[in-house]
């Protein structure tokens, strides 16, 4: 089962989050058909978006990340709710490259370095919070650390990872995000800074212990660490037959009314998951009289 852990360091002065996603990143594979560069990209986005909205506590709150690098994978888009459930997808599932020199996907090539990543928090208020940066490597834990520094002034230190089977499904999926609170002397930067260049790649480490608590204890193994949360998280999604027809009525009276002389019924496909969603001639007819009924009433 895929978990998140938040933890602190007895000291105060380090706040961390690690999440296992092996699970949630095979179903997001499975659902998009992606080949194994665009696993790992949507892969590292969905952990991260988890761990960022896990961190929002406002009830019904979400977190998107969304990655537009200008590379052949095309958008990268995750969604998050406040317990790190998350849903994706990759605009291009099917994008191919060669592997790096040593033997690794390039996802900072797939991704692309020429466009921005932007992070939007809707905490159910007027206005969503949005930060953006401009990529760095398209590699994400990179970029996301930029994000941190230079939209939030939090110094942070951010490792994901995607490890793909000879087979193309998922062995190894998760990440950790490290940050530094106020206050924090230098020696607790150094100590945090040597923690993870000691520990290695996170799908190492996640091969040989797939739990997210060893992989903080193992990146902050200078610290005396506290875990202050341990939850189950998946992918969701949260698409039904109501928010469907919402997005039909959205189109309007005249693109609907194409709609059913042109076609006379539709599939609509929900974009995170593999769920279809069929309308027939009556269903829309129906959805026609009423919409036409409401913009009466309205003149």
Not at 3 to 32: C, N, P, S
Not at 45 to 71: H, R, V, Y
Not at 124 to 145: F, H, N, R, T
Not at 148 to 172: K, Y
Request: aromatic share 4%.
């Amino acid at each position: 089962m895929d978990q998140l852990v938040r933890a602190m360091t007895k000291d105060g002065f380090v706040k961390a989050v690690a999440v296992t996603t092996r699970d949630l990143t095979e179903r997001a594979r499975t659902i998009h058909r992606t080949l194994p560069v665009a696993t790992a990209a949507l892969g590292r986005t969905l952990a991260a978006a988890s761990m960022m909205g896990n961190a929002l506590k406002a009830e019904g709150a979400s977190l998107t990340l969304q990655i537009k690098g200008g590379g052949p994978l095309g958008t990268i888009l995750a969604v998050s709710d406040t317990e790190g459930n998350v849903r994706g997808y990759v605009q291009n599932p099917q994008a191919d490259l060669p592997l790096r020199p040593d033997g690794k996907l390039d996802v900072g090539a797939a991704v692309g370095a020429d466009g921005a990543l932007t992070v939007i928090k809707d905490l159910d208020m007027k206005e969503p919070y949005i930060g953006s940066v401009g990529l760095l490597s398209g590699e994400i834990a990179e970029d996301l650390a930029t994000y941190f520094v230079e939209s939030e002034q939090i110094p942070t230190a951010c490792a994901l990872g995607v490890l793909v089977d000879r087979d193309q499904s998922v062995r190894a999926s998760g990440g950790y995000l490290i940050q530094l609170l106020p206050g924090a002397a230098e020696d607790t930067i150094a100590k945090v800074e040597g923690g993870v260049l000691a520990a290695g790649p996170v799908t190492a480490l996640l091969e040989r212990n797939s739990s997210p608590e060893a992989l903080l204890r193992t990146v902050l193994s200078d610290f005396e660490v506290e875990i202050l949360e341990t939850a189950p998280i998946a992918y969701r999604c949260r698409c039904t037959r109501d928010r469907v027809e919402r997005a039909l009525i959205s189109m309007g009276v005249e693109e609907l009314e194409n709609l059913l002389e042109e076609q006379g019924g539709c599939e609509l496909t929900c974009q995170f998951c593999d769920r279809i969603y069929r309308f027939t001639r009556a269903d829309l007819e129906a959805l026609l009289t009423e919409m036409r009924a409401q913009r009466e009433s309205r003149e």
